[in-house]
Each structure stands twice: as structure tokens, then as C-alpha cells.
């Protein structure tokens, strides 16, 4: 699906995706048990747009999958900085 809009964006002259982490309640969430699943998803997902040609970033929001400045840094230190 991210090969799919990365190719839509970029025929439409686009040149830069953001990932917003949404879809997950709060209230109910534990970064530290999701974070190896957040690092990986993070992980392929620049891997393909890169494959597209496109230069990505993560959007941290509160309520989001990634919401504080800990979780952040967290994830950073882990991502593959490759892609």
C-alpha cells in the first residue's frame, strides 16, 4: 500500500511522504510492548518509498503510536538509517 501511494504522489509530481502512526487508542496502547513492531513497520516503510524515489519522515502526534519525546528518540536510535 505504501508502494502504491508513493507512485500515486509521485505522479502527481510529488516528492516527500510523511508517516503519521495513527490507529491506536491510547489508553489501551504500551509503547514498550509495541516498539519492536513500531521499528519494523517504521523500517519498511521508508525502505519503499525510498525504492520510489522519495524522501519520508515520521510524524509523532499526540494519541498517536509515537507520541512522546522518549518514545521518539526511542524509535530514532532503532530505525535503519539506510532508508
Known amino acids: 500500500m ?3 501511494l508513493a507512485k500515486v ?3 502527481h509530481n510529488g516528492t516527500f511522504m ?3 502512526a495513527n490507529g491506536v487508542k491510547r489508553s489501551d496502547y504500551n509503547f514498550q510492548e509495541n516498539r519492536k513492531n513500531v521499528i519494523a513497520s517504521l523500517n519498511d516503510y521508508a525502505k519503499a518509498v525510498n525504492d520510489v524515489g522519495f524522501g519520508h ?3 509523532q502526534h499526540t494519541g498517536t ?4 519525546k522518549e518514545e521518539t528518540y526511542a524509535l530514532m536510535e ?3 538509517t539506510r532508508h
Open 9 to 11: 504522489i509521485k505522479k
Open 18 to 20: 510523511v508517516l503519521a
Open 78 to 80: 532503532s530505525a535503519d
Open 2 to 4: 505504501v508502494t502504491r
Open 57 to 59: 519522515r515520521l510524524h
Open 65 to 68: 503510536a509515537v507520541e512522546s
